[in-house]
């Protein structure tokens, strides 16, 4: 386990997964959401992720939370060597986006890009919630399973296995 991606809807537990990855494995961290977004919450000229994102890819160990660009997100899919996909239902998803909120209050969450607003990040989970069956659906799942033949995939699907998954990374 070198190269990892973490990805899955918003508020999935990513950020905690991709640090306990992180931390057990002596791997770097990015979150993508640090290059995604300039730190006033508004993004980032596309070619200066792209750039960052092809260095962090070239590089010879990582681990990756989010998903950000469809075409960065299958390059890094093709990169990594371990995959793994947080696709707790969507009700879950939901709570974990508001308690990131009020929680966020009075303390910045895990994994927040430095500076961004709270209440519009949580605006824009909660949007792109709305939007995320038309992309991690079952054809999504059964695609992600044609890459284990050649990489580790691990798809979490509750609450209980999140837990589980961040206790066996702490190890």
Same mark, same amino acid.
């Given at each position: 386990?070198?190269?990892?991606?973490?990805?899955?809807?918003?508020?999935?537990?990513? *950020?905690?997964?991709?640090?306990? =990855? #992180?931390? +057990?494995?002596? @791997?770097?961290?990015?979150? /993508?959401?640090?290059? &995604?977004?300039?730190?006033?919450?508004?993004?980032?000229?596309?070619?200066?992720?792209?750039?960052?994102?092809?260095?962090?890819?070239?590089?010879?160990?990582?681990?990756?939370?989010?998903?950000?660009?469809? *075409?960065?997100?299958?390059?890094? =899919? #093709?990169? +990594?060597?371990? @995959?793994?996909?947080?696709? /707790?239902?969507?009700? &879950?998803?939901?709570?974990?986006?508001?308690?990131?909120?009020?929680?966020?209050?009075?303390?910045?969450?895990?994994?927040?890009?430095?500076?961004?607003?709270?209440?519009?990040?949580?605006?824009?989970?909660?949007?792109?919630?709305?939007?995320?069956?038309?992309?991690?659906?079952?054809?999504?799942?059964?695609? /992600?399973?044609?890459?284990?033949?050649?990489?580790?995939?691990?798809?979490?699907?509750?609450?209980?296995?999140?837990?589980?998954?961040?206790?066996?990374?702490?190890?």
């Amino acid at each position: 386990m070198k190269k990892v991606a973490v990805f899955g809807k918003p508020g999935s537990g990513k *950020s905690t997964v991709s640090k306990a =990855l #992180a931390r +057990a494995n002596a @791997l770097p961290l990015h979150q /993508l959401d640090s290059i &995604v977004y300039k730190p006033n919450g508004e993004f980032v000229a596309r070619e200066k992720f792209d750039a960052a994102h092809s260095d962090i890819l070239s590089s010879e160990s990582w681990v990756i939370d989010g998903l950000g660009p469809i *075409s960065s997100f299958k390059e890094r =899919l #093709a990169a +990594a060597d371990t @995959l793994v996909y947080i696709d /707790l239902p969507y009700s &879950v998803s939901y709570w974990f986006v508001t308690k990131r909120f009020l929680k966020g209050l009075f303390v910045k969450p895990e994994g927040w890009p430095d500076g961004s607003s709270i209440l519009k990040g949580t605006l824009n989970s909660y949007k792109t919630l709305k939007l995320c069956p038309k992309f991690w659906n079952e054809d999504f799942s059964s695609k /992600l399973m044609e890459y284990s033949s050649c990489k580790k995939v691990y798809i979490i699907k509750t609450v209980s296995e999140l837990n589980d998954f961040s206790l066996v990374c702490e190890k």
